[in-house]
């Protein structure tokens, strides 16, 4: 072992890897050969090929077991010799490639390639790591395993498992069913979680609930196709923290090439992303970083995480304010947490939409530090006056690559001007973090914004219209009725467009436009038939809002429960629809789905009970359906209600619908829903079966 360290103490000849990934001087040679001594020490007698190569990729170690596997190809005088000295050149700049990422700080690295020995190909599985996790350039460890014969590539993972506890990075098996099959002893002390805890587990117990299920589903596509997937994510430990990790899964093949399995390499990067380049700032706060990261919980709310941000910048020496703001536009920005240092936390206020402009704008041009102006009109006045800050540093908040907000810091120190220069590598962290911990949800408030901005602007334009379908009475062959409903300019779903609005708080106010819009058409209409209107329980039990569209009509008036939501409140609701008048009918839409239930009904009594299309469709044919329809009926009858079939689309079904007793319906075999100059025309006409 002492000739083995003094090569490693050694400065080997010139090496092929990018200079970029030299080794660095600055380890002593001491640390270098304790490096390779604790390395070899485990792994000399351990049953998996085990080797270490310098900060230049030369081979200064091999366990018996890689030289007895390994030796034919690496010959007697392999010590100091590089991979492209022994392997074939394919091979020797895979392996290259991934030793840079190694000396580069990239975390551990899983990869495969093939090779020939005795003329026969093997496929050798890879992983390599840095022999010291707080020196990457201090020299590559690493393991091969030969999947040439699948029984042995099993036996020989299995074995891996037990070597690679060792590892500084969190390792991880799965298998086909996505189920994990073992972890290492990093990934326990990294997660919080015992390995008798995780076997059997599916992986998704790690997920912090701030990537979209997209990220995912990309990711599992590309393991699952015979990739490897790269990249960085959030996950959360079992006591609920957040920490940051750098990942390669692979997929693992049996000799035939068929993927039988994952692994993933973790390293965990929570602390590097807090801290690295921050030479110029304390240890004390270069902890606040990591401190700030693992104090987030994802049961808190995006304003209490930016609070908790803001709050733990602000504690910096030379800090005399923090604010974070999402821009709901480009126009528009609203902090979302902000701490003045000594004083009580500000109220959250939008920005001024020339400020937020300029912000925005400014932003998508990555980091800046600008001199604090006492000035009228400046972002920050309400923050930091009479603090005499002397400059600004802004960070971007960046979701993947979509801006989603600024983080923004002043100085406080007045007799040292470079002193914001110093901060602003932390606060580009913290920005980072920021971007990664609640990126997510800043991405959901800006598309909320938008939304309602697309309602608003539906709205304000009356880019809707109203059209009628009638209300067959299919026994007399008469309208008794038309459903109004709405068409938006678009072309949108007006289902899909009328959830939106609900989902961005402009639900009664879209409804109550389009109503508006509706009863004003419908004068039109023959006075002799009902109208039969949509209104959300929200609209309804609101009250005020409905009985003031619907005052002064003069016509028999039903109102249609739409099913989307669950009323709670039925006493609440049955006053609500007796303040609209008693000539105000309820229908109950979509029976038989939904929230429709029998319960619901019998708590209502409507006036009519719609059978969804669901039911119709095919009602031919199907017994079970026609017994359903039967029944209802005869339920129907027993509460005083009707039943009105909805979606009838064939003379058929209007022939099974009249045996069943059922006499009101609508559907394009009774009319398509128009524009009311269509409807009116055609309502002086007698309605056949099989109108169109």
Known sequence: MGALADTIGRRLPSTRLPPEAAGDESMSSAAKRQAIETFSGLMDSAPVAAFAKDADGRYVYANPYFLSTMGAHMGPDWRGKTDSEMWPPAAAAIVRAHDWEVLSGGGAQVF???????????????????????????????FAIDLTASAQARSKVDRLAVAVDHAVDSIMMVDLD???????????????????????????????????????????????????????????????????????????????????????????????????????????????????????????????????????????????????????????????????????????????FQISRRLHAQSASGVWIEPWEDRQ??????????????????????????????????????????????????????????GGVLGAQMAQRIDARSGREHISEIVKRHAYSPVFQPIVDFVLHKVVGYEALTRFADGSNPE?????????????????????????????????VWLNINASPELILDGGQ????????????????????????????????AALGPGTRLAVDDAGSGFAGLRHILELRPAFLKLDRW??????????????????????????????????????????????????????????????????????APVAAGHR
């Open 178 to 352: 996505g189920c994990i099959r073992d972890v290492n002893v990093a990934f326990e002390r990294v997660t919080g979680y015992r390995r008798d805890e995780v076997i059997g587990q599916n992986p998704r117990l790690l997920k912090s609930g701030l990537h979209p299920a997209t990220f995912y589903e990309d990711m599992w596509a590309k393991i699952t196709a015979g990739g490897q997937w790269v990249g960085e994510m959030v996950d959360r430990r079992k006591d609920g923290t957040f920490f940051i990790v750098e990942t390669v899964m692979s997929p693992v093949r049996d000799a035939a090439g068929t993927v039988e399995g994952f692994v993933s390499v973790q390293t965990d990067v929570t602390e590097r992303r807090a801290l690295a380049a921050q030479s110029a700032i304390s240890g004390a706060e270069r902890t606040l970083v990591l401190d700030g990261v693992s104090g987030l919980s994802t049961n808190s709310s995006l304003e209490a995480n930016a609070q908790a941000i803001c709050r733990t910048v602000a504690s910096l020496s030379g800090v005399a304010a923090a604010q974070m703001v999402v821009f709901e536009s480009s126009s528009q920005a609203m902090p979302i947490g902000q701490v003045v240092t000594g004083r009580e936390d500000p109220p959250l206020r939008y920005l001024s």
């Open 112 to 142: 495969s390639y093939q090779m020939r020995s005795k003329d026969k190909p093997h496929t050798v599985l890879l992983i390599e790591f840095a022999l010291s996790s707080r020196e990457p350039r201090s020299g590559i460890g690493g």
């Open 615 to 684: 039911l119709v469709a095919g009602l031919e044919s199907d017994e079970a359906r026609q017994a359903m329809i039967f029944g209802l009926g005869h339920f129907a009858r027993k509460t005083g209600c009707l039943l009105i079939a909805e979606g009838i689309e064939t003379e058929r079904e209007i022939q099974v619908l009249r045996s069943l007793d059922v006499h009101l319906g609508q559907g394009y075999a009774l009319g398509k829903p128009e524009a009311v100059e269509a409807a009116t025309a055609r309502a002086s």
């Open 377 to 434: 009109g400046r972002a920050y006045n309400q923050l930091v006056e009479n603090t005499g800050p002397c400059a600004l540093a802004c960070a971007p908040v960046l979701y993947g690559k979509q801006l989603v907000g600024l983080l923004t810091v002043q100085s406080i120190d007045v007799t040292n001007k470079g002193a914001v220069n110093e901060l602003l590598p932390v606060i580009v962290e913290f920005a980072a973090v920021a």
């Open 496 to 528: 899909t467009l009328f959830a939106e609005a609900n989902e961005v708080h402009l639900g009664i106010e879209l409804e109550s436009a389009t109503l508006h819009a509706a009863l004003a058409a419908a004068k039109a209409l023959p006075s002799n």
């Open 546 to 577: 409905l009985r003031f569209l619907i005052s002064g009509i003069r016509r028999p008036l039903v109102v249609e429960v739409t099913e989307h939501t669950a009323i709670v409140d039925y006493p609440g609701f049955r006053t609500a629809m």
